[in-house]
């Protein structure tokens, strides 16, 4: 169990100004725990000094709050999975054509970063005092039923229990033995060839159904990948990619994030602070 939360959606390096942001919510709300929804990295039209610029930013703010008692986790999104490979390797290689954005001349510098890190696939948690025992499962995408009982037919792999924790513990470890799988299944949505059996790097918002989407216990999922233009509640979920541009530079959400606040006991939409902008 834990306090109060912050998740933070996609930063596709903005860290410089993304990361004043989190302090700002994170002193305000006295914040315990702070999730990084995955896709650091790849933003449009960024060099390789300028990508190695901003995660350093990043990774040098993340280990900062560590230091401060504040339990940071990190996910990996589409975007950051070949990164963490040994750069010119067969795994890059293969992973390069399905990895969007991807900044060969970056790869060097920014593998050691990110893996001290300590980045995960999934984090799942029992909601501190919460009245219903509602639990919260953080992806970059999204878990879906059809996922997990694929991988229960074909990999023979699936949680040891019903909680968020077990099932963040299992996607943890079938990351560990199946990273190409995890980053290989992209759905019609953004231009794969899989209908149902989407990883959670990759599932679309357009992708997610209530049949499919919508798990067992009380489980709430907090995902981003999908820009939204604020963060957007539906059944069992919680949209929180609000700070991704489109190619032109143009901001596609509101840069909110959202707050599980441990005293009230409720989920919060957190407006980008007035004082910081986002075009520095």
């Not at 994170?26 to 999730?35: F, Y």
């Not at 949505?189 to 992708?207: A, F, H, Q, Y």
Request: glycine share 10%.
């Amino acid at each position: 169990m834990t306090g109060s939360i912050l998740f933070v959606g996609d930063i596709h390096d903005k860290g410089s100004v993304v990361c004043p942001a989190v302090e700002h919510h994170m002193t305000e709300r006295h914040v315990d725990t702070v999730v990084l929804l995955g896709d650091l990295l790849n933003d449009w039209n960024m060099s390789a000094k300028g990508e190695i610029n901003e995660f350093a930013i990043l990774h040098d703010h993340v280990l900062a709050w560590r230091r401060d008692g504040v339990d940071v986790r990190v996910l990996l999104g589409n975007h950051d999975v070949v990164y963490t490979t040994q750069p010119r390797s067969i795994e890059a290689y293969r992973l390069k054509d399905c990895s969007p954005g991807y900044n060969p001349g970056a790869h060097g510098t920014i593998r050691p970063m990110l893996l001290e890190l300590e980045p995960q696939i999934a984090y799942g948690v029992r909601l501190a005092d919460d009245p219903n025992g509602r639990q919260v499962l953080c992806t970059h995408a999204g878990v879906t039923l059809s996922w997990m009982d694929w991988c229960r037919r074909i990999l023979g792999s699936e949680p040891l229990g019903d909680g968020a924790a077990y099932i963040a513990l299992w996607l943890n470890q079938l990351f560990r033995d199946h990273p190409v799988t995890f980053m290989e299944r992209i759905g019609l949505k953004r231009g794969g060839g899989w209908n149902k059996t989407i990883s959670p790097l990759w599932v679309d918002r357009g992708e997610h159904n209530e049949h499919d989407s919508v798990l067992p216990g009380d489980i709430i999922q907090i995902v981003g990948h999908t820009p939204v233009p604020t963060i957007t509640p539906a059944p069992g979920i919680r949209y929180c990619d609000t700070m991704s541009d489109d190619s032109h530079g143009n901001h596609l959400g509101d840069g909110s994030m959202l707050l599980y606040d441990g005293t009230t006991g409720r989920f919060d939409t957190l407006p980008w602070p007035e004082h910081i902008e986002r075009n520095a």
